[in-house]
């Protein structure tokens, strides 16, 4: 199993400039969380979704953020425009059924907005 | 108040020796109860999961959970320093369907394990 999948790795980028992050599951999987963790606030939840379908955005921290899951095999959260506030790691996770907490962690993306 | 608290840190402790990693959470419908472990600069693993009051033990890691003072912990016996991380406490609350798998996780501590 190759594990949830993300990309880019890394991302620079300058303020005002539009920045996709995208994510694959591991197939079978219906939730997919996204997660942002800094020093200051460790990690937090911004948006989950159950078989494709949003459930819960309340950790989206502005209009700014966007996210979607076409399909079962792909999410993107997109932010626009990015601000210098918006480093951090970026976490997708996925899980399998009313399981809670056994959540896989793709490897992240680090985001650094100049 | 944030809703899940842990001790920073770091946490110090000689190889071979047990480390005591604790988290209080503060919603009172928080039912299951998470430790992640963290690698610096990679993603954070499940190690254990505890849902019920009383110890779990795997292997060498025991997870307690004590709901009526609130708190959680997890002990690592024998530890390594292959054990030296960052470990997250995560709580579930379950008040409904809108709230499963709506992790809330604690800031971590930092364990160095030396030899």
């Known amino acids: 199993d190759a594990g949830v999948i993300q990309s880019p790795r890394h991302e620079v980028t300058e303020m005002g400039q539009e920045v996709t992050l995208r994510c694959k599951p591991i197939?079978?999987?219906?939730?997919l969380f996204w997660y942002r963790q800094t020093m200051m606030r460790g990690l937090e939840l911004l948006i989950y979704?159950?078989?494709?379908?949003?459930?819960?955005d309340s950790g989206m921290p502005e209009d700014r953020f966007s996210a979607k899951m076409p399909n079962a095999s792909f999410s993107t959260l997109k932010i626009q425009p990015s601000e210098p506030r918006d480093s951090a790691v970026y976490f997708c996770?996925?899980?399998?059924?009313?399981?809670?907490?056994?959540?896989?962690f793709g490897p992240g993306t680090r985001l650094l907005v100049l | 108040q944030k809703e899940v608290e842990q001790n920073s840190g770091p946490l110090s402790v000689p190889e071979g020796a047990i480390a005591s990693l604790n988290c209080t959470y503060s919603?009172?419908?928080?039912?299951?109860f998470f430790w992640y472990r963290q690698y610096s600069g990679k993603s954070p693993e499940l190690i254990m999961s505890?849902?019920?009051?009383g110890d779990k033990e795997d292997g060498r890691f025991t997870a307690q959970l004590n709901k009526a003072s609130q708190y959680v912990s997890l002990l690592i016996r024998d530890s390594q320093p292959s054990d030296s991380a960052t470990y997250l406490c995560?709580?579930?609350?379950?008040?409904?369907?809108?709230?499963?798998?709506?992790?809330?996780f604690g800031q971590g501590t930092i364990l160095t394990v030396h030899p």
């Open positions: 505890i849902y019920s009051n």
């Open positions: 995560a709580a579930e609350p379950f008040a409904g369907g809108t709230s499963y798998g709506k992790l809330t």
């Open positions: 197939s079978g999987h219906d939730y």
């Open positions: 996770a996925s899980s399998l059924g009313l399981l809670g907490g056994t959540q896989y």
């Open positions: 979704f159950n078989n494709n379908v949003p459930i819960d």
């Open positions: 919603d009172r419908v928080s039912q299951s």
